[in-house]
């Protein structure tokens, strides 16, 4: 449980905090999701026969 604000100023430095916290990017959560988009569309652009680990072959040079 949260304590009580003792004074204005205690009332307006948790106030900062949490907007700050709320407006935050979660980065952890953001990369895993983009993993996976890259992952699933990386899949899907593969044809059959190319659907296995990517050789040293395939890379741009």
Known sequence: ???PVSSTI??????????T???????????SVVD???AAQSALCRPASQASA???SSMAR
Do not use: F, K
């Not at 205690?10 to 907007?19: M, Q, W």
């Not at 916290?21 to 990369?31: K, Q």
């Open 36 to 38: 996976s988009l890259r």
């Open 21 to 31: 916290r709320a407006t935050a990017p979660n980065t952890e959560l953001l990369n």
């Open 10 to 19: 205690d009332g307006l430095i948790r106030l900062s905090t949490a907007i």
């Open 1 to 3: 449980m949260i304590p």
């Open 54 to 56: 990517v050789g040293v």
